[in-house]
């Protein structure tokens, strides 16, 4: 906190990851705070719940990783992936990953901004511009057609699921499904999926997500009790990702870049993107450097941290996703090939 001097206020348009971890780490500081968000809590959306790498410690730095744990998020230790029948031995992960339903990690981030004083204006859409003070974080840009294909995700909890790895990730031949295990027996049932522009296939929504029968998803999904009102899906994803630097807005989380989900590493990089601009936005706030000139140390430091994962994710989900994954399971199989996709990635 600073006393004695006037903050000047910052709003922040999304009341996500990106949105509400900025809004408490400036709170923290003592900078009054608005934040726009068009829908409410609590909700579900579609992640695969699996928050993984650097943005663990952006959590710690604020007193948020201990809440995360008392509201139930269970660590995962290990992973195993699959390809049809086929599958990869359980390997430990390099650290272990924190695994939340997103119904209550948002509302809890939203509970906590305003125990701070933050100002949350939830089911209020932000349709002002994003000139000084004000940051937009979003969430994703909607793109109808990538590659001449329309991704999509699904995702919905089950219990009944056997299996012994903390995440596995299934890839199918139109994306993959992940499952991450939650408190209580709930397992998290979240796929990215694509359609090719001249398919005409019907979109089958929840099936999809049980996998094709004589996959290792379809046996683990088969006895499964689907908590249906946790089912929700979204369309039109863009996977490109893009630089932060030369833009005429503060952006953070999705509304910055959003990295290939198979990583399981966006909500890392929504929460460490807002880390990052937490002290030049403070700054800001405090009078000591110009809007422009935070906006600025707010990109370099974003494309600064997150270039060479965002490179390496992306060659990662194209030799997931392609056509012809044969190659892929042989690859896992390989302790150093999946240490090093791991922290590249991170
Ligand atoms: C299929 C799939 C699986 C995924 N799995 C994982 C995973 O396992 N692990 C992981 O780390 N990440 C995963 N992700 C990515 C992760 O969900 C996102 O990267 C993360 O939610 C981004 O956070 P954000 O705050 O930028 O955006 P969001 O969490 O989307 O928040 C943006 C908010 O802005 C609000 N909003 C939008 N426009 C306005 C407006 N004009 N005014 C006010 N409010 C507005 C929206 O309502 C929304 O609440 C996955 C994504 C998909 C699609």
Redesign the pocket.
């Known amino acids: 906190m600073t006393f004695g001097v006037k903050m000047v206020p910052i709003q922040i ?8 971890t900025l809004g408490i780490g400036l709170r923290q500081a003592g900078v009054p705070v608005t934040v ?4 409410g809590y609590p909700r579900h ?8 790498g650097r ?1 663990l410690d952006a959590l710690a730095a604020l007193g948020l990783r201990a809440k995360f744990l008392k509201a139930g998020a269970v660590e995962a230790q290990t992973a195993l992936f699959s390809v049809g029948s086929a599958r990869s031995l359980i390997r430990r992960l390099p650290r272990p990953a924190l695994c939340l339903s ?1 119904f209550i990690l ?1 509302k809890l981030l939203a509970d906590e901004f305003v125990a701070l004083g933050g100002d949350l204006r939830a089911g ?4 002002g511009g994003f000139g000084e003070g004000t940051v937009r ?4 840009r909607p793109s109808q057609v990538q590659d001449g294909a329309v991704w999509f ?3 919905i909890h089950a219990r009944n699921v056997p299996g012994d790895a903390g995440l596995e990730i299934h890839v199918l031949k139109n994306g993959y499904v ?1 499952l ?1 295990r939650l408190a209580d027996g709930w397992v998290n049932v ?3 999926f694509r359609k090719d522009r001249q398919e005409q296939r019907e979109n089958r929504g929840a099936e999809l997500l049980r996998g094709p029968p004589g996959s290792l998803l379809h046996e683990r999904l088969a006895r499964a009790e689907f908590d249906e009102s946790s089912f929700c899906a ?1 369309a039109g ?1 863009s996977l490109k990702a893009e630089r932060a630097m030369g833009r005429a807005e503060c952006r ?5 870049t ?2 290939p ?1 198979v ?8 929460i460490e ?1 807002a880390s990052l601009a937490l002290p030049p936005l403070a700054a800001f706030s405090r009078g000591e450097i110009s809007w422009v000139r935070a906006r600025g140390v707010v990109a370099a430091r974003c494309d600064g941290a997150f270039r060479r994962r965002l490179r390496w994710a992306a060659l990662l989900q194209h030799a997931m996703l392609s056509r012809g994954v044969s190659g892929l399971l042989m690859a896992l199989r390989s302790n150093w090939f999946w240490r090093t996709a791991f922290s590249l990635t991170r």
């Open positions: 348009a999304g009341g996500g990851l990106a949105g509400l726009f968000e068009a829908g959306r579609v992640c695969g719940e699996f928050i993984a943005g997103r948002d209020t859409r932000w349709a974080a979003s969430g994703r995700g699904l995702k992940g991450c979240c796929g990215l979204v994803l953070l989380g999705d509304a910055l959003m990295i989900p990583t399981g590493n966006g909500m890392s990089l929504a993107s």
